[in-house]
């Protein structure tokens, strides 16, 4: 924290500065690294799966979102993460204990 | 090395904490002349007033991260649904809590949960502002820290590291725009300073002080990898 006050930025120069920012990757970023044109185009959809409790058992169900949530690494995950912090249970992967034989859910 | 990014914003203190600290401050040693030593008081205590956001006492009401599983901003504002969901169609996700207690609460899960023995704790400023003044606000909650903020973990000071292994002048306080714009991350430094966040609260403008404490992890982010890779 600097402790001179300057200008304050508008909020729309905050957001385009944070879309300018988050499109520059980082060294490391894995996908990020290919190409925009590689990673953009070819994500049609992106489904998440959540888990429900309901008296028949156990159904799965997905939530369909457009690719674009796939753009970068960051993009998806803060997705991910934000469906698990409004308490939705997404449906998580946990190896058998048979997993030489069958991966499963 | 696994690097956390993290920053906080805090809340000028309210009169009855700035009393408390005011009962803390004493004339300085070598000034003998009660008038003066009055004088000096009167001017210490005004400076603290001034600087209220940055005292023990005022509360963290902005905690972002940004780490491999995107940026996250844990507060205590009072966000509309729209602008929470505007927030996570740029990639911030909003972590809202009722008060500092349990904003702190999520932190502290988010953050044991992603904590592992290569993580490093990575802040502009952070050893002698945010990580002392987020561990004595645990303290004051009676809750336990997050693991990463135990003194064992390693904590990376990007500004620290700046001024002593990457700028000739040794200048020990610099700001982030300053060094974002060195750096030729930014075109210009003109990013708002911490001490001028109170103004936004107290505006109502909780939004935009979610998007500036993003962009100050987004822009620590882009330093480190700077200087640390």
């Given at each position: 924290m ?6 304050t ?5 905050l957001m ?7 499109e ?13 044109a590689?990673?953009?185009?070819n994500i049609?959809?992106?489904?998440i799966?959540?888990s ?7 159904l799965r169900?997905?939530?369909g ?20 912090a ?11 204990k048979?997993?030489n ?5 | 090395?696994?690097p956390?990014i993290f920053?906080i ?5 309210d009169?009855?904490q700035?009393?408390?600290?005011q009962?803390?401050l ?7 002349d009660?008038?003066?030593?009055e004088s ?16 023990d006492?005022a509360?963290?009401?902005v905690?972002g991260?940004?780490c ?9 504002l009072p966000?509309g649904?729209?602008e ?15 008060d ?5 609460s ?11 023995p290569?993580?490093?704790i990575v802040?502009f ?6 990580l ?8 004051t909650?009676n809750l336990?820290?997050p693991?990463a903020?135990d ?5 990376v ?6 001024s002593?292994?990457?700028s000739m002048s040794?200048v020990?306080?610099v700001?982030?725009?300053e060094?974002a714009?060195?750096l ?6 003109k ?6 966040f109170g103004q936004?609260?107290e505006d109502?403008?909780y ?7 993003a962009?100050?992890?987004i ?8 200087l640390?890779r």
């Amino acid at each position: 924290m600097s402790e001179t006050p300057t200008p304050t930025p508008s909020t729309e120069q905050l957001m385009e500065l944070i879309k300018q920012l988050n499109e520059q990757k980082n060294e490391g970023d894995g996908w990020g690294k290919k190409s925009p044109a590689a990673t953009q185009s070819n994500i049609k959809s992106v489904s998440i799966p959540i888990s429900l409790e309901t008296d028949h058992g156990k159904l799965r169900v997905y939530l369909g979102f457009d690719g674009s949530v796939a753009d970068s690494p960051d993009k998806l995950m803060s997705l991910i993460e934000s469906l698990n912090a409004k308490g939705l249970p997404l449906d998580l992967w946990a190896a058998k204990k048979n997993w030489n034989k069958k991966s499963g859910w | 090395m696994k690097p956390i990014i993290f920053d906080i914003e805090t809340l000028a203190a309210d009169d009855e904490q700035l009393d408390l600290e005011q009962s803390f401050l004493k004339p300085s040693g070598n000034i003998k002349d009660p008038k003066k030593k009055e004088s000096n008081l009167i001017e210490k205590n005004a400076t603290m007033r001034k600087k209220a956001a940055l005292l023990d006492s005022a509360l963290i009401c902005v905690a972002g991260i940004k780490c491999d599983k995107g940026i996250f901003s844990f507060n205590s504002l009072p966000l509309g649904k729209d602008e929470i969901a505007t927030l996570s169609e740029i990639g911030i996700c909003c972590i809202t809590s009722k008060d500092e207690k349990e904003l702190l609460s999520n932190l502290s899960l988010f953050i044991n949960n992603q904590y592992q023995p290569e993580t490093e704790i990575v802040t502009f400023n952070g050893v002698n502002f945010d990580l002392p003044k987020s561990r004595f606000r645990y303290a004051t909650h009676n809750l336990p820290l997050p693991e990463a903020f135990d003194s064992k973990v390693k904590i990376v000071d990007l500004m620290l590291r700046y001024s002593k292994h990457y700028s000739m002048s040794k200048v020990p306080f610099v700001s982030m725009g300053e060094v974002a714009t060195r750096l030729g991350i930014l075109k210009d430094g003109k990013i708002m300073s911490g001490a001028g966040f109170g103004q936004l609260i107290e505006d109502g403008e909780y939004f935009k002080a979610v998007l500036y404490n993003a962009l100050d992890c987004i822009i620590t982010e882009k330093i480190y990898y700077r200087l640390c890779r």
